[in-house]
């Protein structure tokens, strides 16, 4: 046994490669003639100390050997045994073991081989030399004196690069490589609207190498990419004025990112986790020594800083996946236990289309930091770093993201959107859904914006699915101060015919032809203001009002009515008419032209009077 013992010491000793595998492997049983290279590899004419390396003899495509590179007494060596049958042009090609990937640098390298030759030694190594394809400049990625001899990576992402400047990803730049190693006195910064894909690894020596900025987008592989993320903050125009506006849902796409990382270096900060199960939904990172002390990934904050413009977070980078599932929660008797919300935990934008929903409203809200406001959505992008809220009706519903489109056919919509200078609230109306009334409407966190919405059994809903054979539908509005509105209406699929009624003014507009509608609201407006509508059903060309010795009579009343008087800016004057056959007195109006609206049990009718 002790002789057994030794001898596995002594191979370990005079083999210290053993249990390393190689990435090449020769048959040398196919050639009758060797040659011995020993040598050392150099990139653009500099010594490479790293073992990781795996050096290969080919020629044209057929390997002829190949062997790891070896530390020894301060130097790294490779000890290469060459095959062949005869006269042969050997080049070379390397392996990185550290990042498991064969790279396309290029061999500047050839040697001639002759049986039994020796080139080089230990004292006085054989160079094989490969060129690198480099950025050593400062500044934008597309110039070509930012690289090494000018050469560039060509666009079909076959090539790995070296970046050993500052080099910077604009916008409209859509870069696509091998690999990219970004070496200790280098870095990379993506900016807004500049794409990174890399279908292998991306190597770096810590995160200030590697800058993702708000709006820029990496698609990479692999796992342990340092990086930071730098996260566009809006900011209020006073924290203490405006206390309504500047918060916004962000994710973080560092996996490993300290919640303390959004502590604020200049004035005030807040930082929101949402949890519907509990009784104050909102939980502050401040006060609450429970908060998670890292960002998990897919899980979405609400954030706001006073004056810092920028949230940095830093660690490493979500790897690319063709699949995510979200943590839902969902609670039938509590509408709040079935928000949920969430975040993009990638380092690209991932897209609403691509979203697998089990019990869930296919639709999200996300909010306008500017204004204060939720916009609700059916489809879109949802950028990295960005938050959105989702809602479930079921026990056990599921969200997954998918890299590949799950919708086939999106239903017909009609997103109605209300703005005015406080800001803007939409309502989105989905025909051909059924399986579950819509998304609740949230309120505003600015409370001075005017909401629209649909109400159905007493709920509030911002996204409402109605069957295909549903023929109207009312929409809510509540105004918040009298004054001027805009309506603007986007619609996604087929009508026939698309109207909308403003039951104040009477006023019809065919949606298939106009796409806005401005109209003046006060608070006396009833609230149901306007029907959505898919075949024209008003009643306009009838008169039905007219004047009788200073009185305003109304003709053909069919059962309960109702009387509103409005003047040309939309005000309701109050007078309102409680015996048909008496009228209403209008001696106390100014000459001038009024609306009339009736409504009674079959319609809803409307007449301009010059009184």
Not at 279 to 305: C, V
């Amino acid at each position: 046994m002790r002789n057994f013992l030794l001898i596995l010491l002594l191979l370990t000793t005079i083999c210290p490669l053993c249990g390393q595998d190689n990435y090449w492997n020769c048959e040398d049983n196919l050639y009758s003639g060797n040659m011995f290279i020993t040598a050392v590899i150099c990139y653009n004419g500099e010594k490479q100390k790293n073992d990781d390396l795996e050096l290969a003899a080919f020629y044209k495509d057929e390997l002829r050997g190949s062997s790891r590179v070896k530390y020894e007494d301060g130097e790294y060596i490779v000890n290469l045994t060459v095959h062949s049958n005869g006269s042969a042009q050997i080049t070379f090609k390397v392996y990185d073991h550290s990042i498991k990937e064969e790279l396309s640098y290029e061999s500047l390298t050839k040697v001639e081989f002759v049986t039994d030759n020796a080139i080089g030694s230990y004292y006085s190594p054989f160079t094989v030399n490969f060129e690198v394809i480099t950025f050593n400049g400062e500044g934008v990625w597309s110039l070509k004196q930012n690289w090494l001899n000018s050469k560039m990576p060509d666009a079909d992402g076959t090539d790995d690069i070296v970046i050993e400047g500052s080099a910077t990803i604009p916008e409209g730049n859509n870069v696509f490589l091998k690999s990219v190693r970004i070496n200790e006195n280098g870095s990379l910064s993506i900016e807004n609207g500049g794409v990174l894909k890399v279908k292998g690894s991306i190597t770096n020596s810590g995160t200030e190498a590697l800058i993702l900025n708000d709006g820029g987008q990496i698609v990479q592989s692999n796992d342990n990419v340092a990086a930071t993320f730098m996260k566009n903050i809006v900011n209020p125009e006073s924290w203490s004025d405006h206390p309504k506006t500047g918060w916004q849902f962000i994710s973080s796409p560092i996996t490993d990112a300290a919640t303390s990382d959004f502590e604020s270096t200049t004035g005030d900060y807040d930082l929101y986790k949402f949890d519907g199960t509990q009784e104050l939904q909102w939980i502050n990172y401040k006060y609450h020594d429970d908060f998670e002390k890292r960002f998990i990934p897919g899980t979405g904050y609400i954030a706001s800083y006073e004056s810092q413009p920028t949230a940095m977070f830093e660690g490493n980078l979500n790897s690319a996946t063709d699949y995510f599932e979200f943590a839902i929660n969902n609670n039938l008797m509590s509408d709040w236990a079935s928000f949920n919300l969430l975040g993009n935990p990638f380092t690209f934008n991932i897209n609403w289309n691509n979203m697998l929903k089990d019990g869930m409203i296919d639709g999200y809200a996300t909010i306008n930091p500017n204004t204060g406001a939720y916009i609700y959505n059916t489809e879109g992008e949802i950028k990295v770093g960005e938050g959105f809220m989702v809602y479930a009706y079921a026990p056990n519903a599921t969200l997954c993201y998918k890299t590949e489109s799950l919708r086939k056919d999106q239903p017909c919509y009609v997103n109605v959107t209300v703005s005015n200078s406080k800001g803007s609230d939409n309502i989105i109306v989905r025909f051909g859904e059924n399986d579950n009334a819509g998304f609740p409407k949230l309120d505003n966190i600015n409370d001075e914006i005017a909401n629209i919405y649909v109400r159905d059994n007493g709920k509030r809903y911002a996204i409402f699915n109605c069957d295909e054979d549903v023929e109207e539908c009312p929409l809510y509005f509540d105004t918040k101060e009298m004054g001027s509105y805009t309506m603007s209406v986007n619609i996604k699929g087929q009508f026939d015919n698309l109207y909308l009624l403003d039951k104040v003014t009477g006023e019809k507009v065919n949606l298939l032809l106009e796409n806005e509608y401005s109209f003046i609201a006060n608070s006396t407006d009833a609230n149901d203001r306007f029907v959505l509508y898919k075949a024209d059903k008003t009643e306009n060309d009838e008169c039905f009002a007219y004047i009788n010795e200073g009185r305003l009579m109304i003709d053909g009343v069919s059962g309960d009515a109702q009387i509103n008087i409005y003047d040309l800016l939309g005000r309701d004057l109050g007078l309102q008419c409680y015996d048909m056959n008496v009228g209403i007195s209008i001696e106390s109006l100014p000459k001038g032209i009024y609306i009339i609206r009736l409504v009674d049990n079959k319609r809803v009718k409307t007449q301009k009077i010059l009184f």
